[in-house]
């Protein structure tokens, strides 16, 4: 029996097998926007942030050492 998901971007079913290329997506295109979701910062993981953001503007200004 193949195990299937919903993909999380449209909600189609998709089966879980290795030739799903894009598992859990349907397809490369509910990937990608998936992806720029992430990447627009419009999916978070709640709780607090395991260390600070590196590129954070609330970095002190003291001068780095190359």
Do not use: N
């Amino acid at each position: 029996m193949t195990k299937t998901v919903k993909c999380p971007q449209c909600g189609k079913t998709v089966q879980w097998v290795p030739e799903s290329k894009y598992r859990p997506f349907c397809s490369e295109r509910c990937k990608l926007i998936d992806f720029g979701a992430w990447a627009k910062e419009e999916h978070s993981i709640p709780g607090e942030p395991a260390f600070d953001d590196l590129m954070s503007q609330e970095l002190d200004d003291t001068p780095t050492r190359h």
